[in-house]
């Protein structure tokens, strides 16, 4: 059985209640119907009441199908995004017609406030909307202090990371991270691949140079941000700067890290930049025919998942499910 099929199985008995608010994406409706149908979680579609007629479920009591327009705590919700924006210039008027016309702002605002225990999103918006929402209306973890998105990656028949998984941080969120970002999204991804999994993470840096083969800003960059996941979290695995092949290919490693205990095992790949994790993790996904989902916001209180607009309704169940696990 993969990962992701027992994720599915662990989010059958979370009971968790998660928010869908594109209930306009026929992807969206035929994986409510499925979520459902494998009682995976409780799900809250944001949308108008002629919408249950288009779900087909023996398990449709499951289902609680929100219009903002006629909710009974729209205003209420109204009332506190106001006062989260107001120091942005937004208007209670405006709070009101962003909480009945923004479906992503409703669904962020309902799980802010313990309506619903997640929420998933970006099937039809961009993962810029989508962070947005869940920036303007979530509490971020002062813990560690940064936002990140990380993909879950399966690549069958692969001997490298944790049989085939992986985890990819940061690739949708973060342009140019600091050394000190990058050690927070170090931490982050190491913790929820350990909840994913329930494996050891081992967290490599990703660079074009293996443990001081090559030089320059962005490799010291890269160890500065080594250093300081270390103090963050000494308990944690934690190694770098690694050329990839270093980072998961054992041969390599014993050639060119033979000290390290992360090399040639990672399972947790953090890259220098979004350019270099988005490429990658998409690159994975379409020549290895990895499945990747994600990505999975990451920092905040609650937990929140972006979809690709290119996703399909897998990809959907998966990060509900995850999202329940989460949670």
């Keep these: 059985m993969s990962l992701l099929e027992k994720i599915r199985e662990r989010s059958a008995k979370s009971g968790r209640k998660i928010v869908l608010p594109e209930s306009d994406d026929k992807r969206t409706l035929q994986a409510v119907e499925y979520i459902l149908d494998h009682k995976m979680a409780r799900i809250v579609l944001i949308g108008k009441e002629k919408l249950k007629k288009e779900i087909k479920s023996k398990n449709i009591k499951d289902l609680e199908l929100i219009d903002p327009e006629n909710y009974k705590d729209t205003d209420l919700f109204a009332a506190s995004y106001y006062e989260l924006r107001k120091a942005k210039g937004m208007t209670p008027e405006d709070a009101k017609d962003a909480l009945r016309k923004d479906y992503l702002i409703f ?54 990371g944790e049989k085939g998984v992986f985890l990819f941080a940061d690739c949708g969120v973060n342009p140019e991270p600091n050394a000190r970002q990058l050690a927070g999204i170090a931490v982050l991804s190491a913790n929820l691949f350990q909840q994913l999994s329930g494996t050891t993470p081992k967290v490599a840096f ?8 090559a030089e320059g800003p962005l490799v010291e ?22 050329q990839v092949d270093s980072a998961i290919v054992p041969e390599v490693a014993k050639i060119k890290c033979p000290a390290s205990d992360v090399a040639g095992k990672a399972n947790v790949l953090i890259f220098p930049d979004l350019n270099s994790g988005n490429i990658s993790y998409k690159l994975t996904q379409r020549l290895a025919k990895a499945r990747a989902v994600g990505p999975l916001l990451m920092g905040f209180t609650k937990p929140a998942s972006d979809l690709s607009r290119g996703c399909d309704v897998d990809d959907i169940i998966d990060a509900v499910a995850i999202t329940a696990i989460r949670s």
């Design 221 to 242: 960059k890269v160890k500065e941000a080594v250093s300081r996941a270390k103090n963050i979290s000494p308990d944690i695995l934690i190694d770098g700067e690694f």
């Design 107 to 160: 669904g962020a605002m309902l799980t802010r406030q313990g309506a619903a225990d997640g929420f998933v999103a970006g099937a039809n918006h961009t993962t810029a909307d989508t962070v947005r929402a869940a920036l303007r209306c979530l509490s971020i973890d002062k813990k560690i202090g940064v936002v990140a998105g990380s993909f879950l990656m399966e690549v069958p028949d692969s001997p490298y």
């Design 206 to 213: 990703l660079s074009y140079s293996s443990k001081g083969s």
